[in-house]
């Protein structure tokens, strides 16, 4: 079936440095990506959603310069955290929508847990 | 491998009690999250456990067993607006979070 990866999986790094988690659809196209944080025992909060080829479209209270979204490909989006800071220590997921086999879905990948020492 | 089984469908009448079971199978275990999730919207998180035990939220209650690798949500007094798909999440020992497929639960009058 269709899967969507994260990596890396894990990142620690210090205050004021940046990151960049990538998110791949592995087995199908997907036109949309969608950024997601997850705080603790919460739900998923969508941060961002973007199409392939476009700008990111960034929910309200979301920095769209701290938070830098690239979908140059139909398989491949990446978020940058910009200089990090301990508050930005959370879950990030991503999913993908795109057409796997006939239908258009929606799949979720494993997450990126990042902690900002 | 790493794996969740969750019915792909079930149907259920209005008012009455439904329960959705899910298994996993996780390298290392850091809880079970369950979330809802409408057509075209993003899932909304419903309960998380990490213990044993049932826990209960309203009409929603969720249930752990660990040492079986076991969970179900239960939904009481089924309403319309309960049509959704229900993800069972679980989450292991590096904070990784598998997805199960989700299992569409048609409400019917």
């Known amino acids: 079936g269709a899967v969507v990866s994260q990596h890396p999986s894990w990142v620690i790094c210090k205050s004021g440095t940046s990151v960049k988690i990538e998110c791949r659809s592995l087995?199908?196209?997907?036109?949309?990506m969608f950024w997601y944080r997850q705080f603790p025992k919460q739900s998923l909060m969508l941060m961002a959603t973007?199409?392939?080829?476009?700008?990111?479209?960034?929910e309200q209270g979301v920095e769209k310069d701290k938070f830098l979204i690239n979908h140059a490909s139909l398989t491949l989006s990446t978020l940058t955290v910009t200089s990090a800071h301990p508050e930005d220590s959370s879950f990030y997921i991503c999913?993908?929508?795109?057409?796997?086999?006939?239908?258009?879905?929606?799949?979720f990948g494993p997450g990126t847990r990042l902690l900002v020492l | 491998g790493q794996n969740i089984d969750q019915p792909t469908e079930m149907t259920a009448t209005e008012g009455a009690i439904v329960q959705i079971n899910c298994t996993y199978q996780t390298s290392g275990f850091n809880g079970l999250f369950w979330y809802q999730q409408h057509a075209g919207e993003a899932p909304t998180f419903l309960s998380y456990?990490?213990l044993d035990g049932l826990e209960e939220k309203g009409r929603f209650s969720s249930f752990l067993s660990r040492s079986k690798g076991y969970s179900y949500l239960l939904l009481k007094e089924l309403q319309m607006k309960d049509s959704a798909s229900y993800l069972c999440?679980?989450?292991?020992?590096?904070?990784?979070?598998?997805w199960g497929a989700g299992t569409k639960l048609i409400i019917k009058p």
């Open positions: 999440v679980a989450m292991d020992s590096n904070y990784q979070l598998i």
């Open positions: 973007s199409n392939e080829g476009s700008k990111a479209t960034y």
């Open positions: 999913s993908a929508r795109g057409l796997a086999g006939l239908s258009e879905t929606q799949y």
């Open positions: 087995d199908f196209q997907a036109t949309t």
């Open positions: 456990n990490v």
